[in-house]
């Protein structure tokens, strides 16, 4: 089992005009104690703050459109939250993904490394549930007055 799930009871930051990034962006647009949401990984729940998808975002787009080249590949999160090693084998309509959890802030991280490391899902609802998330993020951004195309490009 995968599932996002964003906690909306958040207050949102203020744009800096100095951002250039969409990373400067997000940790501008979450303060660093305000904005949660979780990962449910084979029924282990990981709570995340909103403000670390500043650390990951470049690799959260980069593991989208390598799932959908259809490519076999391995990509890192390495954020404040957590940090963890995937490895993707693409097998049809479905996609394998192997962890290796390196540090989380949760006691889980040993079962997080057992048997419940593997998680079979079919592609689109793995990415649906990131897309999902990538929505709040555009939708929470273009409140407080950034404009991302290329993102807005990507939800389409």
Known sequence: MFKIEVDDTYEKGLMDEEDTSLSEAIFSTYPISSGYFSINWNG?????????????????????????SGFDFECSFLCESFSVIL?????????IITSKW??????????????KSVLLINKDK???????????????LKLVGYSFLFLDKKLS
């Open 44 to 68: 282990i729940y990981i709570p995340l703050t909103l403000n670390s998808l500043s650390d990951i975002i470049d690799d959260i787009i980069k593991m989208l459109d390598s799932i959908i």
């Open 102 to 115: 390196i540090s989380i802030n949760t006691d889980e991280i040993f079962n997080l490394n057992s048997s």
């Open 87 to 95: 490895n993707f084998k693409i097998y049809k309509k479905n996609v």
């Open 126 to 140: 793995y990415i649906c549930e990131w897309v999902r998330l990538l929505s709040v993020i555009s939708n929470d």
